[in-house]
């Protein structure tokens, strides 16, 4: 196996999202002219706060690598206890229960192959789409009213001054619901940070499928994609031009996708691939998206294994 060693400031180029989103002052996901996550720009001050980071991160790769290599899957399903934290500042941004929960049942659907648009995978991807077999339980719901406009992505959303901190983060994935600003739709925390900044955050206006989600983010795929970083996935362009994701059975990406392409949208990469447009770890919009490969089920499978970064969660 090739030996993994990745400094600080590698790291941070290999997950720079690439991001050429249109910034604009309407915060309503409707508004958002591009798919955009800002996990890199966490990752990036995280990395800067904490060297260690970049030590951690690459002990959890070669952990990844060789879990993968010697067949190391989870047995069964791993059942993930999930607190949904809500700021709001409008009535609006409380969003309701049934939001909630509709956001908990695209999760359980997509981890499991239920989603009624998996039958549209294209018979060249047919042999290699997941059923990740990952379940999802709602454990509560804790809201609080803020003053704060718009957060950013300084984790602010995460601390007891204007935010809620993480609930039991080693045992439980915390989902933040909130206004983001800057035409971000949401940034996951990838495995080997803080427990204190652990989780998920999502833009209120693209959480769940009813309620007050528009536009093309509204079937809640943005929390698949985000929860996938949680799970140690990446971007499956690699974050660079024909970049990799470390998974061998998706097709290698010239760059992100967005919108709803046309298929087969064939790659310029080395092969010229068709490119795996509908997986979740693309750029498209919701509608546009809808499956795992095995590969990536390898992946966030090793995660939950004994040794794993997240094994805490039990198997």
């Known amino acids: 196996m090739k030996k993994i060693i990745l400094s600080a400031a590698a790291l941070m180029m290999l997950f720079s999202c690439q991001n050429d989103q249109t910034e604009s002052t309407n915060l309503n996901a409707n508004a958002i002219s591009q798919r955009g996550c800002a996990s890199h720009e966490v990752l990036a001050a995280q990395l800067a706060a904490d060297p260690t980071l970049a030590v951690r991160m690459n002990q959890i790769e070669a952990f990844t690598q060789n879990a993968k290599l010697t067949g190391r899957l989870v047995n069964g399903k791993v059942e993930i206890p999930v607190v949904v934290n809500v700021l709001y500042r409008t009535a609006a941004e409380n969003i309701s229960d049934s939001q909630i929960q509709s956001q908990i049942d695209v999760l359980n659907e997509d981890f499991n192959a239920t989603n009624a648009d998996y039958n549209d ?58 206004n983001l600003g800057g035409g971000i739709l949401g940034y996951a925390q990838f495995p080997g940070g803080s427990l204190a900044t652990d989780g998920v ?38 974050d660079a031009t024909c970049g990799s994701d470390s998974v061998d059975d998706t097709p290698s990406h010239n760059t992100a996708n967005y919108g709803v392409p046309a298929y087969p949208h064939y790659s310029t990469c080395t092969g ?9 770890m693309d750029y498209t ?21 004994s040794g794993g970064a997240r094994a805490s969660f039990g198997i």
């Not at 010229?272 to 979740?280: L, R």
């Not at 095995?294 to 939950?304: D, L």
């Open 121 to 178: 995978v294209p018979a060249l991807f047919s042999g290699v789409k997941a059923n990740v077999g990952i379940t999802f339980v709602l454990q509560k719901i804790v809201r609080k009213s803020v003053r704060t406009v718009s957060f950013s992505t300084n984790d602010a959303m995460k601390s007891s001054n204007k935010g809620i901190p993480p609930t039991s983060p080693s045992t439980v994935l915390n989902m933040w619901s909130c």
């Open 201 to 238: 955050v999502i833009d209120n206006n693209a959480f769940g499928r009813t309620g007050t989600v528009s536009g093309v983010y509204n079937l809640g795929r943005t929390a698949t994609h985000e929860v996938g970083h949680w799970m140690n996935l990446r971007h499956i362009w690699g």
């Open 272 to 280: 010229t691939p068709v490119e795996m447009t509908m997986n979740y």
């Open 285 to 305: 919009d919701d509608r546009g998206m809808y499956m795992f490969s095995n590969g990536q089920k390898s992946r966030m499978a090793a995660i939950f294994i």
